[in-house]
């Protein structure tokens, strides 16, 4: 059982502004120190960021227009870093907070609907929403006629209200509420995105579910914010793993549009 979002549901483009503003920060320091919060819905966008990096209202709304429209009015407000946290960072890679991880294998039910939830992103480009429990499928497409669609999956169970046009108009986003739809089985007491690579919630996510991947084992950490290491290598290797991985997928915006299962 397994359910997939695609990069317009309005959760995910709470994300992709998140990872946005991410990247806007590393774009100036190598290291940034970066939490953003997003909420957007029903024609307004707010925006917490603790940083270390200053980002203008200006360039904050360009990205907001960019990801979820023109329209947005947005709101955004930027404080520091606690000084406790910063100070945690003062002499090396320290881990950034305190976490439990799990990393699990993909299974073929999971790759399996998040292909039809490209291909459908790839068709309509329109937020969506799908389940797949064994056999039995669930699409849910806007703006995608239903009958259309049924064309492709007769045995589909497609959009049980009737056609719906999605969007940020019918539903309110944050960040960090599908992380189902972006680890599947794995498991994280945090977020994955808006945040440094610092954040063991970024790093050791993604460390935990390539390492998954790589032994096909479940993988189960656990971290004290301070830690230099972690799983038996420097904390500082894990960011760096983490920071290629990201760098692979074009930055933290893009992260954030499928998250870790893609």
């Known amino acids: 059982m397994f359910e997939k979002v695609n990069p317009s549901h309005p959760d995910k483009v709470a994300d992709r502004i998140a990872g946005a503003l991410v990247d806007l920060a590393y774009a100036r320091e190598h290291d940034p120190r970066i939490a953003v919060e997003v909420l957007i819905g029903h024609g307004v966008c707010h925006i917490i960021a603790e940083t270390s990096v200053h980002?203008?209202?200006?360039?904050?709304?360009?990205?907001?227009?960019?990801?979820?429209?023109?329209r947005i009015l947005s709101d955004y407000i930027e404080v520091p870093q606690d000084a406790h946290l910063a100070d945690n960072q003062t002499d090396g890679v320290h881990c950034g907070d305190n976490g439990i991880f799990k990393g699990m294998p993909v299974t073929e039910e999971q790759n399996r609907l998040t292909d039809?939830?490209?291909?459908?992103?790839?068709?309509?480009?329109?937020?969506?929403?799908?389940?797949?429990?064994?056999?039995?499928?669930?699409?849910?497409?806007?703006?995608?006629?239903?009958?259309?669609?049924?064309?492709?999956?007769?045995e589909a169970e497609v959009n049980p209200l009737g056609d719906w046009t999605g969007g940020t108009d019918v539903d309110s986003g944050a960040t960090n509420r599908k992380l189902g739809s972006d680890m599947a089985d794995s498991v994280t007491g945090g977020g994955l995105h808006g945040k440094d690579l610092s954040k063991a919630d970024v790093s050791v996510n993604i460390y935990a579910w390539l390492k998954a991947q790589e032994t096909d084992r479940p993988v189960e950490l656990v971290c004290a914010i301070g830690d230099d290491?972690?799983?038996?290598?420097?904390?500082?290797?894990?960011?760096?793993?983490?920071?290629?991985?990201?760098?692979?997928?074009?930055?933290?915006?893009?992260?954030?549009?499928?998250?870790?299962?893609?």
């Open 55 to 70: 980002i203008t209202d200006e360039e904050a709304a360009a990205v907001v227009h960019r990801i979820a429209g023109e």
């Open 116 to 154: 039809i939830a490209r291909f459908l992103y790839g068709v309509y480009g329109c937020d969506g929403k799908y389940i797949l429990d064994g056999d039995r499928l669930i699409i849910c497409q806007s703006n995608a006629e239903t009958a259309h669609l049924l064309e492709t999956y007769p």
């Open 229 to 262: 290491s972690l799983d038996g290598r420097p904390y500082a290797e894990i960011v760096e793993t983490a920071r290629k991985y990201i760098e692979s997928l074009g930055g933290f915006e893009k992260f954030a549009e499928w998250g870790l299962l893609r």
